[in-house]
């Protein structure tokens, strides 16, 4: 049986992070809860960021886990939705804008 390239999330993992790095983990622990917190931005729109930002990322760790927070936060399907429409769109926008990279490249071997 061929084994997944991303292995389950599960306890060990986490308590291994604790083990090794307690004081950094707590650290992004209370970073990571003070950035979703209600601030300018209501929790469920900085969820909806956040699921865009994770399929950009392409962390299926946070695909899940912030798709879930999204709905938990009031988010409906349509706006997670409409929240990966606009990372699909950013991410090609990317390869559309560097494109002339390669343009300039292939300018500057025709005037050689």
Request: proline share 5%.
């Amino acid at each position: 049986m061929e084994q997944p390239v991303y292995p389950s999330s599960n306890p060990d993992f986490a308590r291994k992070r604790a083990e090794l790095t307690p004081d950094i983990l707590n650290a992004f622990k209370a970073f990571s809860a003070r950035v979703f917190a209600s601030g300018a931005l209501p929790e469920k729109t900085k969820q909806l960021i956040a699921v865009a930002v994770a399929h950009v990322t392409q962390c299926p760790y946070c695909i899940r886990g912030h798709t879930e927070l999204a709905l938990n936060k009031g988010a409906t399907e349509q706006e997670i939705m409409e929240a990966i429409w606009v990372a699909v769109e950013m991410r090609a926008g990317g390869s559309y804008a560097h494109s002339s990279l390669a343009i300039d490249t292939m300018n500057a071997a025709a005037r050689r």
